[in-house]
């Protein structure tokens, strides 16, 4: 079963609004959980790292003003697309790592939020 | 530069007609290599995870092999339940934690 949820699915917005998005690691605590974005037909790429109880680290080239992440519990994180513009449209996935046994750890991804900024 | 890259990009299979991807990767030092499947829409979905060379990880029809310059995912007898994007990820000794580097995947069709 999923381990990772995401809320919306799905969110249409007008350009200049903003627009938040949960995701939540189930039966698991996640001190950190990454937030990436894919274009349509292109790979994954890390946008940003999200810590619970301090600051997340952005990737180059990823505006921190543009999207702001809150890690405020050991299950939840959010990503919020600030003032967003078309460009941003995208689907934005978060993940989450479970450790096994100690030592071994799997990255479990959640289901994608598709973002349309018109 | 640590750089991972897939092929085929796209494979096209009739039901029961057995193939490999390959994932062939550049990086400084593994930590660990993982396989998901995605389907259009949705996030990727975790398959296997190969921590070093020789490994090898089997579910169903699938079946993942590690050395020290690439991995390949084999596929038995695929359905057409089996199409997917199929994607190649790799974590790295100098990386953070959640720096996963992945490749452009493998979008796999199966035809019954």
């Known amino acids: 079963g999923a381990v990772v949820s995401q809320h919306p699915s799905r969110v249409i917005c007008k350009s200049g609004t903003s627009v938040k998005i949960e995701c939540r690691s189930l039966d698991f605590q996640a001190t950190t959980m990454f937030w990436y974005r894919q274009f349509p037909k292109q790979s994954l790429m890390l946008m940003a790292t999200s810590n619970e109880g301090s600051k997340a680290t952005y990737e180059q080239g990823v505006e921190k003003d543009k999207f702001l992440i809150n890690h405020a519990s050991l299950t939840l994180s959010t990503l919020t697309v600030t003032s967003a513009h078309p460009e941003d449209s995208s689907f934005y996935i978060c993940s989450a790592f479970r450790t096994s046994g100690g030592i071994k750890e799997t990255q479990y991804f959640g289901p994608g939020t598709r973002l349309l900024v018109l | 530069e640590d750089q991972v890259t897939q092929s085929p990009e796209a494979l096209r299979l009739q039901e029961g007609e057995s193939s490999s991807l390959n994932c062939s990767y550049t990086v400084s030092g593994l930590r660990g290599l993982f396989w998901y499947r995605q389907d259009p829409g949705k996030g990727p979905e975790f398959l296997f995870t190969?921590?070093?060379a020789g490994e090898e990880k089997e579910k169903e029809r699938l079946k993942a092999t590690l050395t020290k310059k690439e991995s390949f995912l084999h596929i038995t007898a695929p359905k057409p339940e089996d199409s997917a994007t199929y994607l190649c990820?790799?974590?790295?000794?100098?990386?953070?934690?959640?720096?996963?580097?992945f490749g452009k995947g493998t979008k796999l069709s199966v035809k019954p």
């Open positions: 190969l921590y070093s």
């Open positions: 990820a790799v974590q790295t000794n100098g990386g953070s934690q959640g720096n996963l580097i």
